[in-house]
Nanobody, 124 residues
């Protein structure tokens, strides 16, 4: 069974830092893009940052210069280092991964997976 397990959320004061991790496990052949999204109360889910299998990155304008996305392909893990946090960064953060899987029944196939979400709260 494929899973994306996130960790690292919590409560931090404005200006502080947090590091999120997301580990993928299961019948994974390879992983293409991995990314982080967030959803604040009453708002739509939005892209925070994305990283390709080759290491190319893209950030939302609101987090550029403060957040850094990285990945360890050997561990099937993506990270989000968040510095200079602001109250407006408060949200549930979700990991997303574009996985190439193999199962005896379905063979090789691609599928998009989401983590369960981790709460990040930044107090002013």
């Amino acid at each position: 069974q494929v899973q994306l397990v996130e960790s690292g959320g919590g409560l931090v004061q404005a200006g502080g830092s947090l590091r999120l991790s997301c580990a993928a496990s299961g019948s994974i052949v390879s992983i293409n893009d991995m990314g982080w999204y967030r959803q604040a109360p009453g708002k739509q889910r939005e892209l925070v940052a994305i990283i390709s299998s080759g290491g190319s990155t893209h950030y939302a304008d609101t987090v550029k210069g403060r957040f850094t996305i990285s990945r360890d392909n050997g561990k099937n893990t993506v990270y989000l280092q968040m510095n200079s946090l602001k109250p407006e960064d408060t949200a549930v953060y979700y990991c997303n991964a574009d996985l190439l899987l193999f199962t005896p029944s379905a063979g090789t196939h691609a599928r998009d997976y989401w983590g369960q979400g981790t709460q990040v709260t930044v107090s002013s």
